[in-house]
């Protein structure tokens, strides 16, 4: 009855929360870019070598001439790098992401080390907590944008390109970035994500931008000018993976809430994997397949389906933003493409390298 009253419980999470619109970069298939969402998931994998890349592009018909958002992210974990410890694990990780969006190609990079360490409260139960900390650019082009300093009512269109536009110091600057946060796993004591006993919890909190770096393109910060610090985000989140015992099928559902100075989002959904096929037991040639059909909500926002294959070591899954939101009179409905890729070494339908749980290695 618990694996079924925790299951309800994270659902009944995400109807306690309202929605608006979150300033960081974000993925609607938010546990495949788990570095973005909480650094205490390094590590946290079934395997020794885990990399993820991330693509997504949206609100391409509003913003127009093909400049919607285009977010490209990148991410390698290991998963422990000290061999004798055996009830513990140190896991370091490298991310990066560049983001660019509209007519002025307003553009984000940021550049991550992440850090993170576990400790094994038990056989099933382990707490971690990560550190991350890297360096970010934004910048943005102005050569192509009209300033109300440009309006000149003697010209038929009444912009004067002569005119100077707005004086801003620099069309780049760069700060230091720092995050944190912990997160509890629970898994049963099979090593398999495939098997029928399967069963794990992961629910985590973290906080970004710790140190709250200026943002502004006017070179020193003013503090008169309000909202030039970039806001923390705080993140909370939980995932179930759920075998149904006697059936080729698990159920995973999850949720994220993120929470950013005046901005709040919730998203929530479910996704039913069906077990194509295992590893053969002996030989190793036949390599174990998953089919994953489901869909997310980001609440008053879009509705997300999307499809994930898992073959092996490898997972692709191709989502689409369907937008509900006062924004379809512009969109149309149409929102966002996003895809993500998954490597994990050794190949997790054969049991990894280790349960998840990384009680034992």
């Known amino acids: 009855m618990f694996k079924i009253y925790f299951i309800s419980a994270v659902f009944l999470l995400t109807l306690l929360a309202s929605n608006c619109f979150a300033q960081d970069i974000h993925f609607s298939q938010f546990y495949e870019s788990p570095l973005t969402m909480n650094p205490a998931l390094c590590g946290l ?120 536009g707005d004086p801003m110091s620099g069309n780049s600057f760069s700060y230091a970035d720092f995050s944190g946060g912990i997160t509890w796993n629970y898994v049963t004591a099979s090593t398999k994500m495939v098997s029928n006993d399967y069963f794990r919890i992961n629910a985590g909190a973290a906080v970004f931008h710790i140190n709250q770096p200026d943002q502004t393109f006017y070179g020193t910060y003013d503090p008169s000018m309000a909202g030039v610090k970039l806001y ?9 993976e759920y075998s149904i015992p006697n059936s080729n099928m698990q159920l995973i559902p999850s949720v994220v809430y993120y929470l950013q100075g005046p ?55 191709i989502s689409y933003d369907v937008n509900v939101s006062s924004l379809t009179t512009a969109t149309s409905g149409a929102g966002g493409f996003e895809i993500s890729l998954r490597f994990i070494n050794p190949n997790p339908f054969s049991g990894g390298a280790h349960p998840v749980t990384h009680s034992k290695f």
């Open 232 to 240: 923390m985000r705080w993140v909370g989140h939980a995932l179930v």
């Open 263 to 317: 901005a709040q989002e919730t998203d929530f959904g479910l996704k039913v994997r069906y077990i194509l096929r295992q590893d053969s037991k002996y030989t190793g040639y036949v390599k174990g397949a998953a089919l994953d059909l489901g869909g997310y909500y980001r609440v008053g926002d879009a509705f997300i389906p999307m499809v994930q294959v898992e073959f092996s070591n490898y997972a692709i899954g």
């Open 45 to 164: 994998f079934n395997g020794d070598e885990y990399v993820e890349l991330n693509y997504k592009n949206q609100w391409g018909s509003v913003m127009g001439s093909g400049y919607g958002y285009n977010t490209v992210a990148a991410a390698g974990e290991i998963h422990n790098i000290i061999k004798n410890w055996k009830n513990a694990y140190l896991s370091p990780g490298f991310s990066v992401y560049s983001d660019k969006s509209g007519d002025a190609k307003v553009g984000v990079t940021e550049i991550n080390l992440t850090v993170a360490s576990g400790v094994s409260i038990d056989s099933r139960n382990t707490l971690a907590a990560g550190l991350q900390g890297g360096w970010g650019e934004h910048s943005i082009t102005t050569s192509g944008l009209e300033w109300g300093s440009q309006y000149n009512p003697a010209t038929s269109s009444g912009y004067d390109p002569n005119l100077p």
